[in-house]
């Protein structure tokens, strides 16, 4: 092959590969993003519930106990905000398996052989839940025997006594059979033949195939498999390797999650850490069976709920801990405690379930309100409109499947349709939960304009694109230039706008028709609704004068902080300037009077000592303080409605230095930090380099935590005496980062002893060329690419 048939090939192998991922993001499937799930560009937590026989439903004759009966629970769930449902594959075998019924019809009913239309009945599921927008994950096999599952497939292979195939095992017969699994090959061939078969298939009703179904969340290996035995660890661990490398290598789409327990499952800590390390399992789950592990005594639910509290608190905390240093979600996938009394009658009450709910449901609450790691909740389990017979205690062939298997008592831990109570306790989280998945993707500010939003939501987006380049006052003036329409030193040189414009509103506060720049707020109003016209994103600092001396902002002179405080000395005069900003602002408006929104960042460089606010003259408390009184009352009192806040350092050396003076993060919507090379040569440029991608790493991890946009607020290197700087140093230091914008200071021009100050090149200067290639690179955004984004809508 040739040089440039090996470059076509690969091109072609890359394009078809974008095209791929394109099509995935656009059908919507669910991915993991650090330790957050995502669904279409955004945070997705959710409440779920184990369904267990949905794919069962549709096999019934009676269209009443099957098919409209899906389709019912089905709207009923999504009603009440439930719309992730965990449901098996199907069984393996039939009859009796340790002295109990399983369920049925099997999709494997001897080894080697499926039933077709029983996987019909898992393409009616999906296909509902397809065009109700709901995720599914289906567990491929399991552990206990009311499937058939691993037992099933020992027995098949000869790996089980005679005398035990169907009577009742003790616990340590069933333990000493169920470790033979990840040994016996012929087992886990069979059981590799199921996943397979499940993998191809393409659904008889949608005509999608599995694999690429985005109605399907996640594959889950089986229902809670344990080693059972501590000699099994290891081959234990290497099944699951294996299976999921098997899983990922078919099917590119869809998450991959093992079904865990926790620690209960594998009596090992380090082994339940080990196995969800695996770099094929997309994220670790939990489950929460106070009764099964002995959290309270016989019946006496009431009596033992405190401990039982205690140690569910604990249990999440644990596994939370090793999500979150795994960087992977962790979903508390099944939980189920008794009715009060212990009763199996749907017409007693759940007190103690709906506070057991209560507790669970306010983990993943706080888990979505502070971006955590825990990303899902499914209650074991939903049983609809079925109800046990008065009088039969267990399941038998003909009832109705409800949310407890076979072997278990009916009633013992399903969640009816009828359980008001607690359903009220789901659909509050439901609701809660649900709204921030969406309003994660939103400003702080609550009242935020329709564009605003629009601009938070397409900057959030954006990270994954590419930086959109900006630069300070460029439609104002330039090189050997000043306030000619339409021009600009970035389009000079590259025949683009930038895509972020920033300017300066220091003197506003004084009546000053002029900013501290020189330029003039009538001017700068049109610069703004001119970037604004093209779709560009604004930027506005404020250099305000020191409230209690009177001179620039540079005059740090203490206690300056304090008395602009209520109840200090200037906090009167300081309330006046915010309303001359509240109403400059206010006169931003678009062709069709809308305000323009505006990303607003006051007090930056607030860890220098250069201005009155910086870090020797004010507490962290008091400037804390002055940045949400600034926010409070622009939005609150002022009603100013189109701004997105930034909160910017300078250079750090540390997450605490950088969060020392955070105010929180109900009022910050971008972090960012300023930077500006000083000194020349290679070394200065490799410390530059090195610098840049500590802070902004340290900065991406935050913003990931805080679910906030970060940014490059201010860079420059004056004059560019390299002229490879931009791509040789800047875009070396900015590649492997998704930050939002970078915004370069402005062209200040020439000076009065001839010299000219500058950050971007003009036309002809040494850079350009280079500012060019850094132009071309396929994730550096300017204003061209931005505006086919549509910024606002």
Request: hydrophobic share 35%; with cysteine.
């Amino acid at each position: 092959m040739t040089g440039s048939a090996r470059y076509l090939a690969t091109l072609l192998i890359l394009c078809s590969s974008l095209l791929a991922n394109s099509l995935a993001a656009q059908q919507g499937f669910v991915k993991t993003e650090s330790s957050h799930f995502v669904y279409k560009g955004k945070p997705y937590y959710y409440i779920g519930t184990n369904y267990w026989y949905g794919g069962l439903l549709g096999l019934e004759k009676d269209p009443q106990r099957g098919k409209l009966r899906l389709q019912k629970e089905l709207d009923f769930l999504k009603r009440k905000g439930v719309e992730n449902l965990r449901v098996v594959v199907g069984a393996e075998g039939s009859g009796l398996i340790n002295g109990v019924e399983r369920i049925g019809p099997p999709l494997q009913p001897e080894q080697g052989r499926f039933n077709e239309q029983v996987l019909k009945g898992l393409d009616l599921l999906l296909a509902e839940m397809g065009r109700r927008n709901m995720k599914a994950v289906l567990f491929l096999s399991n552990n206990w025997e009311w499937s058939g599952g691993f037992q099933q497939y020992l027995i098949w292979n000869n790996q089980v006594p005679g005398d035990q195939k169907t009577r009742k095992l003790t616990w340590d017969e069933q333990r000493d059979i169920v470790a033979k699994f990840y040994t016996c090959e012929p087992c886990k061939e069979a059981y590799n033949k199921q996943v397979t078969l499940l993998l191809d298939r393409t659904n008889s009703l949608t005509k999608k195939k599995y694999s690429s179904d985005p109605a399907i969340m996640a594959w889950e290996l089986a229902n809670e498999p344990r080693p059972m035995r501590p000699s099994a660890n290891e081959d234990y661990q290497k099944w699951i390797s294996s299976v999921a490398a098997m899983i990922k290598a078919k099917d590119k789409n869809h998450l991959v999650t093992i079904g865990h327990e926790g620690y209960m499952g594998t009596e090992n800590m380090d082994l339940f850490k080990t196995v969800h390390a695996d770099k094929n399992v997309d994220y670790l789950t939990i489950h929460i069976w106070p009764k099964n592990w002995s959290w309270f005594r016989d019946t006496a639910i009431a009596k033992g709920f405190g401990n039982v509290i205690e140690k569910t608190k604990d249990y999440i905390e644990q596994h939370a801990a090793v999500a979150q240093n795994l960087q992977k979600p962790m979903v508390l996938e099944e939980f189920g405690l008794p009715r009060d009394g212990h009763s199996f009658d749907p017409s007693t009450a759940t007190t103690y379930r709906d506070r057991f709910y209560d507790t669970i449901f306010s983990y993943l609450q706080k888990s979505a309100a502070t971006s955590g790691a825990i990303g899902g909740a499914g209650f074991w389990a939903f049983g609809g409109s079925a109800r046990p017979h008065k009088g039969q205690i267990f399941w038998k062939k003909g009832d109705d499947y409800m949310g407890d298997p076979p072997m278990e008592e009916q009633g013992l831990n399903t969640v009816f349709d009828s359980d008001s109570s607690t359903w009220k306790v789901i659909t509050s989280y439901a609701n809660r939960i649900g709204a921030r998945s969406s309003s994660s993707n939103l400003p702080i500010d609550q009242k935020a304009t329709n564009e605003t939003v629009a601009l938070y939501k397409n900057l959030k987006r954006l990270l994954a694109k590419g930086i959109l380049f900006g630069h300070q006052d460029d439609l104002a003036y330039g090189v050997g230039w000043k306030y000619e329409p339409g021009r600009s030193d970035v389009k000079d040189v590259t025949g683009d706008y930038p895509a972020v414009y920033g300017f300066e509103l220091g003197r506003l506060e004084v009546d000053h028709p002029v900013n501290l720049d020189s330029v003039p707020f009538d001017k700068m109003r049109g610069f703004i609704q001119s970037a604004y016209d093209r779709g560009g994103v604004v930027t506005l600092s404020w250099h305000l004068n020191n409230p209690l001396t009177g001179k620039t902002a540079w005059d740090p002179a203490p206690g300056t902080v304090a008395a602009v405080l209520p109840g200090g000395e200037k906090h009167a005069l300081y309330q006046t300037w915010l309303d001359k900003i509240a109403t400059f602002l206010q006169s931003l408006k678009g062709k069709k009077g809308e305000a323009i929104p505006i990303i607003f960042r006051p007090f930056h460089e607030l860890n220098g000592n250069w201005f009155w606010w910086g870090k020797a003259h004010c507490t962290p408390g008091e400037l804390k303080q002055l940045y949400q009184f600034t926010v409070g009352y622009l939005r609150d009192t002022k009603n100013i409605h189109h701004l997105l806040y930034a909160f910017n350092t300078d250079r750090f050396a540390s997450r605490e230095e950088y969060l020392e003076r955070y105010p929180g993060d109900e009022w910050v919507d971008v972090i960012g930090f300023d930077i500006y090379q000083r000194e020349n040569g290679e070394k200065a440029n490799a410390n530059f380099v090195k610098d840049i991608d500590a802070m902004l790493t340290s900065l991406e991890s935050i913003a990931a935590e805080k679910n906030k946009l970060p940014a490059l607020t201010e860079f420059g290197y004056g004059t560019i005496p390299d002229s490879t700087w931009w791509t040789g140093v800047l875009w070396k230091s900015l590649q492997n980062h998704r930050i939002s914008f970078a915004l370069a200071w402005r062209n200040a021009g020439f000076k009065p002893n001839g010299r000219a100050e500058f950050y971007v090149p003009y036309k002809g200067e040494k850079s350009a060329p280079d500012f060019q290639a850094f132009f071309a690179e396929p994730k550096t955004l300017f204003q061209n690419e931005v505006t086919n984004e549509n910024m606002y809508k």
